[in-house]
């Protein structure tokens, strides 16, 4: 409610019939000098200036913004709306029903908690490529992810009944990110406030971390934890600092063979370089006219893996081109353009920003690349790959080997050659470009045989997945065109996908299966093997599905350093597939290149891709499409039609959907029974007064962890093993093995996340020596044995043994995984110590009432002598009980009956990462939901 108008800012804008009421920015001192994303900020703080959160000293600390001083004044964001994916949003209602309860027993009414910013809420993440190379196996996928998640997708509906404010687009539809740019994000928003049709830029904030895609449009946004997002729906602002702001220019043009992708990852590698974590980037300059809308938002995607809060184009003629072709109205394209125009935020390429720090890049210098085997930032230009490979493969895999060219069969004995067969078409397909894992005579690939009888050897590099997938790359035409066109050219030379390779196509929305069909390309896709698998994230976040038993047998008897590529943004270690320890991004093109190839150790230039009908070589140069023909195609095939026909209906479903059965009532009946959803413990005991915070005294280390340490290796993701505390769980409650699901659709469960959290597969915790997954050293028991990392925080919690954790830097970069916090929590953890945090994470653990700390600057675990066997005292805390936030408290870590002989205590000051006077009201509160409810009742 806005109570204050201290600048006059409020004035009328007209557009057609229609008159909004609208805040303008120019009434505030310095707003010229402001980048467009500040200027955004800026209006938000007009329109909700009460006196109270936001203040007239707020208003003016933004338009004196100085660019280069380090970020230090706290301002409230109230974002328009709030975007969610099933994975993160599932947990968000289970909150918010668990909420209503708890407002009851507090003496409360249930129906105050509800959306108060409109949610919007896109079931995206669930489903999984258990099927693929059959033209059925979209059909095949829908219907074993309905008989998955039925029980979630039950809740999802009673929540759509349940709560005002909160929609669903139900399974089977497109990926978020895709569906916010091409449906629900409006660039200019309009609500009725206190009687008033007001507009105003539209913001948002996304339990998804790529949220960002947005910012391709315009839209300022992010990713937040499913705790800031739920505290946004019930009307609390983002607290946050003014931040610094990165202007990044752009000039050139992308040249010819080089993909929107290899531009994306060229700035990730600038920026993570560069540093911009917390920082917005902004782009500007003469070369932005020439980005299209779709390679804009494909930049704007990958924010989170260049470390930024958000990546952002302003609105020009590009912007509203893209709403034009998307469907959106007359009447909102004109609000846009004379909105954007009136408040300064139209981009004028000849104007200079101020920038804290400032990037260029000459588009016409980038070239194709590719990126892994394990982080997005790093960069591998094309032509260096399969050196880079050799070098990459000594960290996975005992190599003493020599290198067999295609043809070569030096190194395998006599008696069983690398084996070739031949397809329908009577075309040869060769064994992979193979590394042999011993010298000449003595190299162990594995011999492969299918259910149909087909031979073929894989070895260290085989390509087991290549994958068309994510939101970063599925939304832009130019790529995924680009892919179609070398399926036609490279399936009309006789080509096939190796046939160890699981070949998936999954696209962000069924515009792209319109197109593809329009342009007649999906034929030759399918060809060679590419046929639809779903329309979600799919590979991109670990539902690859399952490789086929015969290739799986092959890679875990022989320990192969296997492969997979995606066309994604992410490729975190243990992230795509449990046999599959190296993963490389990559445009959709190259992925289809790579599934020609089968293997990492190719080089493009010199090695081919197989013969085509008459017998000659066939190299990548011969089947790349032509930038004219992909623009030509582009322009022939994709109308305006296909979005307002796809999208028109988009909250409906089909009648799988409709036809859920659904409880009614504004309180959730909750089933004893599920293994899905469960009311959690958090409120708990809670009353209206406040528990005082205390200091940490006689904590044990959980877990020592190193450097970029994400929230993959901490949040539960993937598939759950049957041998885990998870498998446990679920076997003694009756779930088959078959029927156990990924850890990402039971995020309703929290029984199921707790024993999943620190259990990644890839996880190395540092008071064990060799061994990955989420084990630790109980020091609960009399000789500290090794244990799952759940099982020894029930035998310290039963003892009243508080937690910590220790880390390194970028702790808790990845995804905004709210699990990541809060399985931290429920494990018993108190405080996590670290060289440093990425931005949510932080933000997260204070959320959960989780300490999080820093070592002093120069210091880490290692210099300190830290081995995790100490006992901890953290003192300090309680100053926040006298309003007092400390910048460090004292910690000493005493040697325990595990140390060392000889071994003395330890002591240091923890910088203590509570940023913002908001942060320490949650934290005193012991979390911000509990901080939400009680500021409602």
């Known amino acids: 409610m806005t109570a204050v108008n201290s ?78 994916q099933d994975f993160t949003g599932v947990p968000c209602i289970v909150d918010l029903a668990t909420m209503r309860e708890a407002v009851a027993d507090l003496g409360g009414d249930p129906d105050k908690i509800n959306p108060l910013a409109p949610a919007e809420l896109v079931i995206d993440h669930s489903v999984i490529s258990d099927l693929f190379g059959a033209p059925d196996s979209f059909q095949r996928n829908v219907e074993i992810e309905y008989e998955r998640n039925g029980e979630r997708y039950q809740f999802l509906r009673w929540g759509q009944t349940a709560f005002d404010d909160f929609k669903v687009v139900p399974p089977g539809t497109g990926i978020v990110h895709q569906v916010n740019i091409e449906y629900l994000a409006r660039v200019t928003y309009t609500r009725t406030v206190e009687g ?70 060229t700035i990730t590698q600038m920026l993570r370089k560069h540093g911009v974590v917390g920082k917005f980037v902004e782009f500007y300059g003469e070369g932005v006219a020439s980005v299209p809308l779709a390679n804009r938002a494909t930049i704007g995607n990958m924010s989170p893996e260049f470390g930024s809060t958000a990546a952002i184009f302003p609105v020009d003629d590009v912007t509203l081109d893209y709403l034009r072709l998307t469907g959106r109205s007359d009447e909102q394209i004109a609000l846009v353009e004379q909105y954007s125009k009136l408040q300064k935020l139209w981009h004028d390429p000849s104007d200079e920003p101020t920038f804290s720090e400032y990037l260029e890049l000459d588009l016409s210098t980038v070239v194709p690349s590719i990126a892994g085997p394990k982080r997005p930032q790093d960069r591998i230009e094309l032509t260096k790959a399969k050196d880079q490979f050799h070098v990459d493969l000594n960290n ?19 008696s069983d050659p690398p084996s070739s067969t031949s397809d329908d ?57 680009a892919a179609g066109l070398l399926a036609r050219n490279a399936a009309k030379k006789g080509l096939k996908s190796k046939p160890w390779v699981k070949t998936t196509l999954a696209p962000g929305s069924k515009v792209v299966t319109d197109y593809y069909d329009k342009s007649g390309l999906t034929p030759y896709l399918e060809d060679l093997g590419f046929y639809l698998v779903g329309y979600g994230c799919v590979t991109c976040i670990g539902n690859s599905g399952p490789l086929p038993e015969e290739v799986s047998a092959a890679v875990q008897a022989n320990d192969l350093a296997v492969t997979s590529v995606l066309s994604g943004n992410r490729n975190f270690e243990g992230r795509i597939n449990p046999d599959v320890k190296m993963n490389y991004l990559a445009s959709p093109p190259l992925v289809i290149a790579y599934a020609l190839a089968g293997s990492m150790n190719f080089d493009f230039d010199t090695d081919s891709l197989g013969k085509d009908t008459d017998g000659n070589d066939v190299f990548l140069k011969d089947i790349w499409p032509d930038p004219l023909e992909v623009q030509s195609t582009i322009d022939s095939s994709i109308d305006t039609g296909m979005f307002t026909d796809k999208y028109g209906s988009v909250f409906e479903g089909d009648d799988r959907w409709r036809n859920l059965p659904i409880p009614t009532g504004n309180v959730f009946e909750w089933d004893a029974e599920s293994t899905y959803v469960r009311k959690p413990p958090y409120f708990d005991g809670m009353t209206m007064e406040t528990t005082p915070v205390t200091d940490i005294s006689g904590a044990r280390v959980l877990a020592k962890l190193g ?15 049957a041998d885990t505390p998870a498998g446990q769980y679920l076997t003694e409650n009756g779930i088959a093995r078959k029927d156990f699901n990924s850890y990402g659709s039971r995020r309703g469960n929290h029984e199921v996340m707790i024993r999943g959290t620190f259990a990644n597969i890839r996880l190395r915790n540092q008071l064990l020596n060799d061994v990955e997954g989420g084990y630790t050293r109980d020091f609960s ?8 990392i759940y099982d020894a925080s029930q035998n310290y919690q039963a003892a009243g043994t508080p937690l910590v954790v220790l880390g390194g830097k970028e702790y808790g970069s990845g995804s905004s995984r709210d699990w990541a916090a809060k399985g931290t929590s429920l494990l018993g953890v108190r405080a996590v110590i670290t060289e440093s945090f990425e931005r949510i994470h932080r933000s997260n653990l204070i959320g959960m009432g989780v300490l999080p700390l820093q070592f002093p600057v120069g210091e880490s675990a290692d210099s300190l002598g830290l081995d995790g066997t100490e006992v901890f005292e953290i003192t300090g805390v309680e100053q926040l ?47 911000i939901l509990q901080y939400v409810l009680r500021s409602l009742v």
């Open 196 to 265: 008033n049709l007001q507009a105003y830029p539209d913001t948002c904030v996304g339990t998804d971390s790529h949220t960002t895609m947005v910012n391709g449009l315009g839209v300022l946004g992010w990713g937040v934890g499913g705790i800031e997002a739920e505290a946004a729906m019930l009307g609390q602002p983002v607290s946050m600092l003014i931040p610094k702001v990165v202007g990044f220019k752009l000039a050139g043009q992308i040249p010819a063979g080089v993909t929107a992708t290899d531009v994306v990852l």
């Open 707 to 721: 450097d970029s340490v994400t929230t993959d290796h901490i949040s539960p993701a993937g598939n759950i093993k």
């Open 396 to 414: 996975y895999a005992t190599v003493s080997h020599s290198i067999v060219d295609q043809e070569s069969q030096d190194s395998f004995p006599a």
């Open 425 to 481: 078409s009577g075309h040869t397909v060769e064994a992979p470009v193979l590394i042999s894992s011993g010298p000449a005579g003595a190299s162990n690939p594995a011999k492969v045989t299918s259910p149909d009888g087909e031979e073929y050897i894989i070895d260290h590099g085989a390509v087991t997945i290549a994958s068309i997938t994510s939101c970063t790359n599925t939304s832009n035409p130019s790529v995924m065109l």
């Open 881 to 927: 009980n006298e309003g007092v936030t400390p910048k460090t408290v004292r910690v000493v870590a005493s040697p325990s009956e595990f140390s060392g002989a000889g071994k003395a205590p330890v002591e240091f000051d923890a910088v203590v990462r509570i940023d913002t006077p908001g942060e320490a009201d949650y934290y005193r509160n012991g979390g």
């Open 781 to 788: 028991q009399a000789d500290g044995p090794q244990s799952f």
């Open 7 to 84: 600048f006059g800012a409020r004035d009328t804008l007209n557009v057609g019939s229609e008159a909004y009421e609208v805040f303008r920015i120019d009434q505030v001192p310095g707003y010229e000098k402001l980048p467009y994303s500040l200027k955004v900020l800026l209006e938000n703080l007009l329109r909700t200036e009460d006196g109270a959160n936001v203040t007239k000293q707020h208003i003016e600390a933004l338009g004196n913004w100085d660019p280069t001083s380090e970020p230090n004044t706290e301002i409230q964001f109230t974002p328009a709306r709030v975007v969610m």
